[in-house]
């Protein structure tokens, strides 16, 4: 299966933020987000083929390129620019959400802690009630939540085992 170029970049960028924190909590941050930030740069030129100006802040990183931006932020909040008509999540934590826009599409990612027993099931009848067509598949051990609601998309995949989860709401479906 091939990883598409943006799914890489999000893989890349949300590794290093972790190390960003790692290199903060010693010191020296103005100095550790200048060094991540000309490492990301050339794993992003590397991955993509593109430039990108890349900014940390030891909270955030925004990225930005031709025809492409995304944000990565450390935060307890539901995105105050969500789409209308996704309803939040209030099941679990959020620690983090990253937002991107390429090719037309823009894409929230939102990251869960403490996942609520039952939450998930209880948020697939509250996107129903939204009148989103949605399906949940899991097991034991996790599942994931696929949705539509025009040209809107959703998948949420997540772990019962540790209550963690990763919301994915974006824009550009075709119906």
């Known amino acids: 299966m091939r990883i598409p170029k943006y799914s890489a970049v999000v893989g890349v960028v949300s590794i290093l933020v972790g190390l960003l924190a790692c290199?903060?909590?010693?010191?020296?941050?103005?100095?550790?987000?200048?060094?991540?930030?000309?490492?990301?740069?050339?794993?992003?030129?590397?991955?993509?083929?593109?430039?990108?100006?890349?900014?940390?802040?030891?909270?955030?990183?925004?990225?930005?390129?031709?025809?492409?931006?995304?944000?990565?932020?450390?935060?307890?909040?539901?995105?105050?620019d969500m789409f209308e008509g996704v309803p939040e999540f209030t099941f679990g934590k959020i620690e983090r959400v990253s937002k991107g826009e390429e090719g037309g599409m823009m894409k929230f990612n939102i990251y869960f802690h403490d996942i609520e027993q039952g939450g998930v099931e209880r948020y697939v009848n509250l996107l129903k009630e939204a009148?989103?067509?949605?399906?949940?598949?899991?097991?034991?051990?996790?599942?994931?939540?696929?949705?539509?609601?025009?040209?809107?998309?959703?998948?949420?995949?997540?772990?019962?085992?540790?209550?963690?989860?990763?919301?994915?709401?974006?824009?550009?479906?075709?119906?």
């Open 131 to 175: 009148g989103w067509q949605a399906d949940l598949i899991g097991g034991p051990q996790g599942g994931i939540v696929s949705g539509q609601k025009g040209e809107l998309g959703l998948n949420f995949m997540f772990s019962t085992e540790d209550g963690t989860g990763m919301l994915a709401v974006f824009s550009g479906m075709k119906q």
């Open 23 to 80: 290199a903060s909590c010693r010191g020296g941050e103005k100095a550790a987000n200048k060094q991540a930030e000309a490492v990301v740069e050339k794993v992003l030129k590397a991955t993509t083929g593109k430039d990108a100006k890349v900014e940390m802040d030891g909270k955030s990183v925004k990225i930005k390129g031709e025809g492409f931006k995304h944000d990565i932020t450390e935060t307890t909040e539901w995105p105050a």
